[in-house]
């Protein structure tokens, strides 16, 4: 079992920046690979970033490498997503999910086996 809780959600201007915070419980974070997925109204759930629970490997969608990065604390129990130069189209619930049975990373929702409540991020004109 596995709990998650994002934070770090907000209504931020376009060029802006926020951090979001997953906050994991139950099985230790660092033995299974994680990822952060945002949906936007009238739209289906999308992989944002990953980071493998091997070595920590990063993987990011084309639209956002460059702009977010993650990272994750293995003490803590955490990950993180810093989201630099927020653009209109990144308006959308963020989810932070665990993956506790693939053994490379995958980029769909479905393998996922754990997710959090979401995090809204909100882009002002």
């Known amino acids: 079992q596995v709990q998650l809780v994002e934070s770090g959600g907000g209504l931020v201007q376009a060029g802006g920046s926020l951090r979001l915070t997953c906050a994991a419980s139950?099985?230790?974070?660092?033995?299974?690979?994680m990822g952060w997925f945002r949906q936007a109204p009238g739209k289906g759930r999308e992989f944002v970033a990953g980071i493998s629970r091997i070595a920590g490997r990063r993987y990011y969608a084309p639209s956002m490498s460059g702009r977010f990065t993650i990272s994750r604390d293995n003490d803590k129990n955490s990950m993180y997503l810093q989201m630099n130069n927020l653009q209109p189209e990144d308006t959308a619930d963020y989810y932070c999910?665990?993956?506790?049975?693939?053994?490379?990373?995958?980029?769909?929702?479905?393998?996922?086996?754990?997710w959090g409540q979401g995090t809204q991020v909100a882009l002002s004109s």
């Open positions: 139950g099985r230790t974070s660092s033995t299974y690979n």
């Open positions: 999910a665990a993956d506790l049975k693939t053994a490379t990373m995958s980029f769909r929702p479905v393998d996922y086996d754990y």
